[in-house]
């Protein structure tokens, strides 16, 4: 069966500071893979996507960015945070060619001080 | 652009009773998905049903169902029998067939009154 991996689950940060966050996906092989921020009390805003390795696509401009090294592997990454980069991030898949639905992973809670 | 529509922030329900949560959506295609997803205080995103464009019938998992409303471009949630269990924030999401996006509403927060 399939699974996804998110770490770390919660993190502290202080701004100006840089950012990594690691999503994997096991028992799949090539699928689409997402990146969502859900800010508190509200909805789910897609900050990247990928079909395959090295293919990214940005969906809202921003200090973020997004790397797929591996197949299995989504990386979201800052150089420099900002307070508005708080909230909720959730990576997420689906596969590839399939109109199935996405599989979300637990979630990181980050916190920008 | 597609876009999903919940105008609905906060809703609530006597346990055992029975609660329908909308969603309207925006798009030019005539074939895609729609889904539901519930998100409890874990945080943890969970499927709840999901429903086919070209297919007329309406979906049902259990006590979930969903009206489907191609022409109105809508895509209701009724819970039946509400449980405590049931209390989450819900999601009406949008994929096109061929696209790789889910375009997400902002979110139905359900409260399940004892």
């Known amino acids: 069966s399939q699974t996804i991996h998110q770490w770390p689950a919660t993190l502290v940060q202080p701004v100006g500071s840089p950012l990594s966050l690691e999503c994997t996906v096991e028992?799949?092989?090539?699928?689409?893979l997402y990146w969502y921020r859900q800010a508190a009390g509200r909805g789910l805003q897609l900050l990247f996507y990928?079909?395959?390795?090295?293919?990214i696509s940005s969906e809202v401009p921003q200090n973020l960015s997004a790397s797929r090294p591996q197949d299995r592997q989504f990386i979201l990454s800052s150089k420099k945070l900002l307070l508005s980069d708080s909230g909720f991030y959730l990576c997420?898949?689906?596969?590839?060619?399939?109109?199935?639905?996405?599989?979300f992973g637990p979630g990181t809670r980050l916190t920008v001080l | 652009a597609q876009t999903v529509t919940q105008s609905q922030p906060e809703m609530s329900v006597q346990e055992a009773e029975t609660v329908t949560l909308s969603c309207t959506y925006d798009?030019?295609?005539?074939?895609?998905?729609l889904f539901w997803y519930k998100q409890p205080p874990s945080r943890q995103m969970i499927l709840v049903i999901r429903?086919?464009?070209?297919?007329?019938q309406n979906a049902t998992e259990n006590r979930f169902s969903v009206n489907f409303q191609k022409a109105a471009k809508s895509f209701s949630l009724k819970i039946s029998d509400s449980q405590l269990g049931d209390a989450a924030m819900y999601f009406c999401?949008?994929?096109?067939?061929?696209?790789?996006?889910?375009?997400f509403g902002t979110g139905t927060s359900l409260t399940v009154i004892p």
């Open positions: 997420a898949w689906s596969a590839q060619g399939a109109v199935n639905e996405q599989f």
């Open positions: 028992g799949t092989s090539n699928p689409n």
């Open positions: 990928s079909i395959g390795i090295g293919q």
């Open positions: 798009t030019s295609e005539s074939d895609y998905y």
């Open positions: 429903q086919e464009a070209y297919k007329q």
């Open positions: 999401a949008y994929r096109r067939r061929t696209g790789n996006q889910f375009y």
